[in-house]
């Protein structure tokens, strides 16, 4: 019966949405043809072991056969739960926020993060850190498009513009100081970052110097600085998508720098980008990246706050506003198929200059580019391309005051979005809290304590599944976004069927998938308002 299920779920999705996952974020010119590849999945449960032995031994099994006029591919692929765990958990970042005295003043209790791959490589990215200057935090989640160049540099950018955006004066002389006289340079930020997540320190140093030519401007302001937090964080996005777009005009001896400057701006990225301080809580958000807040009303209910608005062409917002920015005689044109010019379904990106310069800017860059077609440049004037920019890196920034009853913050890529609501989000979070409370490992002992009743009680556990419960509550996201049946239970045979389709079939059925949880500080928060009082 199971099996029957996952197979007519997984059939009916095929014939219905061949697109469905791929949603835009892909260039429409690069969407496969429907006609050309055909696909049958046949799932199945293979039982490896004697009837009698645990059902977590039970490895689930894929088979796909793709059929075109000229070859005929057969794949098979097999997952235990352990090696399902293995993949779900491998991008997994915790940290928790240190106490002195037994004392934590910060109104971050700690976050976890976690990331799953649909495309090759994964053009998601995330960052978190805390602002040494101004004693904030900050988490970000970027998603990239055309790939992953674009998110990436703003991944590693962004959260020291605004950084920079918020010091005084006084800071920002004393950072020009030290690298006029060579001096070490103030932290501006630490970083809290996954050992696998990418850097590239080839060019961390031309980085800096944009990020210096900023905070000169801003000294060169007549008066302090002194934005507020809102202001600081438009002003931070839009003069890195500014940067973005200079430094491939700007010429470069340096082949790497020129190569990367160019992948960067003819990709694309969204973000979404949280800072706490205090019981001040920011949320700027360019393009459908979405934040939310769990909030545990006083009846033990929980609700959802939704923080952000997802810009794209769907939305009755930013159509409006798109239509308002550009002729009359676009109005038809601005939106086919749902997407912006018909390419793409985020109407706010970082990058994406393809959407931005003249066509005869682009045709100047690229005529001077050698490595373009190497680079996989995407190279593609869509028609109606009249009166551009169609596109923009500024934020919608809302701000909200921490309550005692506001508990997380959610912030994740659209690819968790399309799987899960914001309701169900907050409920598997809520959930999740209380199963982790529940179960905490308590293992009564009767003497004398030996190994085989040690084993016998660990088997106890394994068998109740207490075990195998996700630590990190962004891999118990991930595991339910696309695992999960039509009753909002995780199917086994579907999460390793998901996890197992191959490279050129993934993304019709999910996307790239990030997630940050951000726990907060339930007494640091009541002691706020309590000693204003």
Known sequence: MMSRTVSSWIFSSARNGIVLQGKG???SICMPNRNKIKWKLVFSKTQLYPPGSSSLDHVFSLKAFRHTSTEEEHFSFQLSPSQINDILRAG???HKILTFNGKNANSVLRFESNQ????????????????????????????GHAGSACAQAVSDRLLHYIAVSLMSRQTLEELELAVECMKPVLPILQWHKHPNDVEYREITSQYFENLRVYWQHLLDLDTEPGFSLEE???????RLDSDISLEVQAPQENELMRNVALQVAFSGATACVAHVDGVNLHVANTGDCRAILGVHEEDGTW??????RDHNAVDEFE??????EHPGSEEKTLFVNDRLLGILMPSRAFGDVQLKWSKELQHSVLENSCDVEDLNIYQYVPPNYHTPPYLTAEPEVTYHKLRSKDKFLVIASDGLWEMLSNEKVVKLVAGHLSELNVQKPQLAFEKPVNLGYMHSLLLQRKNKGIASLDQNIATHLIRHAIGSNEYGEVDQEKLAAMLTLPEDLVRMYRDDITVTVVYFNTETIENYYRNSK
Not at 127 to 142: D, E, I, P, W, Y
Not at 319 to 324: D, E, P, V, W, Y
């Open 116 to 143: 799953l791959a649909s495309n090759t490589p994964i053009e998601d990215r995330r960052s978190a850190a805390t602002c040494l200057q101004t004693k904030g935090m900050m988490f970000g989640v970027f998603d």
């Open 319 to 324: 159509i409006r506003r798109l239509k308002r």
């Open 232 to 238: 600081a964080m438009i002003c931070a996005f839009k």
């Open 303 to 308: 609700s959802t706050l939704p923080l952000t």
């Open 92 to 94: 997994e970042l915790s």
């Open 25 to 27: 974020r892909l260039y």
